[in-house]
């Protein structure tokens, strides 16, 4: 008698992991190493990606996904840096999402040079809660925090803080103007995600983001190391 | 014979807004204005609140609803203010949800004071998205837009702004610090919602704080005059 033994994987039954496994199974096999980019609204992601996109990334071809709920303000505002911007909107059939999942990506993959590139930088829709929830088939995780929204963001929104690889500290030339203790708010970050990888930055001014630039090249080369 | 004419009530279907209507009624029965108070995570509705509710506004007797995905670091807060404060967190029971809906609030009915205020306050979970599409039984909408979160908001969460009946833009001491146009926030602002009343203050500083509380009265006893 042949006697089959069925496992259950819990999260097969997930509709998003399942297409986010097939979404990076395909990055995969174009060698494309995928960066999930996440913050509250404002925080400076596209600022941020203005900053270390100005220059070439050491030899990483990269290209951008741009989520958001309507418009393409971010894509315009990267579309000077001559590197491959593609607009993803959940507004237009998608019921105007609060964040990106792993369905809305794929819908996009067509439109997306995979070949061309070496790194994909998908710019998430601005909040602090869903789009931690939703794996779309990235490789890591990192987020953009600006110490203007207080010290207590990671006490209040600990999943999307515990989930990120890397959590960039933004607008640290306004500190000296506002009520926040940067040691206070590193001390909470530590609380919800002991250990994870911070650099403070200021996007505006260009101060730390060289080290933000390392990260990003680490990133691939890492993954190619790995592969 | 007796012919009944039915009507389709599309919304009726909408199991949100007719839990929210039936909140409605309940906070008319006991005399209870609500203002649903929304924004970005950090924007500042609670450091907003401290500042209006630090003394009494006139003999409007408020109390406050905090929504959070999970801890109650905004009701500890203002506990100080000698108002009572429900918590009513989307993480226990409500998975996680970053927006509050008519059913939570109907859940914290009971926990409410309501024979004993005048004005309800809910702090609604911080996000520019989701929580514009759930109606919670509020009589009105207000919003805090920080001149942190750059120009760009109106536009890229217009149905946000565009539910509101007062935009609140706060942070106005940190504008000389920022690459941001206050004219050119209100003209996005105007474009989306045109006319929409605005208040720009620093719920640090103080300033335009009297505006606000002149608001929140306002609601009260306009609405005592048409009921």
Chains 1, 2 share one sequence.
């Not at 395909?26 to 270390?52: C, I, Q, W, Y």
């Not at 491959?84 to 819908?107: I, K």
């Not at 390392?214 to 190391?225: H, I, L």
């Amino acid at each position: 008698m042949h006697r089959t033994k069925v496992r259950i994987v819990e999260d097969a039954l997930d509709a998003n992991n399942t297409i986010a496994r097939a979404n990076r199974d395909d990055f995969d096999r174009h060698g494309v190493t995928v960066v999930n980019l996440m913050s509250a609204p404002g925080a400076g992601k596209t600022t941020l990606l203005e900053r270390v996109l100005a220059e070439p990334l050491d030899d990483v071809r990269v290209g951008v996904l741009e989520g958001d709920v309507q418009g393409s303000y971010d894509a315009d505002r990267l579309a000077s840096l001559h590197v491959p911007v593609t607009q993803l909107n959940t507004g237009a059939g998608f019921g105007g999402e609060c964040h990106l999942d792993a369905n809305m990506v794929r819908s996009a993959l067509p439109a997306l040079p995979l070949d061309e590139i070496d790194l994909l930088v998908i710019e998430n829709v601005g909040n602090l809660v869903c789009p931690a929830e939703f794996h779309v088939g990235e490789d890591v995780r990192a987020m953009v925090c600006s110490v203007t929204e207080g010290e207590d963001k990671p006490l209040k929104y600990p999943l999307m803080f515990r989930s990120c690889e890397l959590v960039v500290i933004n607008k640290l030339d306004l500190l000296p103007h506002v009520d926040v203790d940067l040691d206070r708010l590193l001390y909470h970050l530590d609380a919800v995600h002991p250990g994870v990888q911070t650099v403070a930055v200021s996007a505006r001014t260009g101060a730390g983001i060289d080290e933000v630039r390392e990260w990003f090249a680490a990133v691939v080369s890492d993954r190619a190391t790995v592969a």
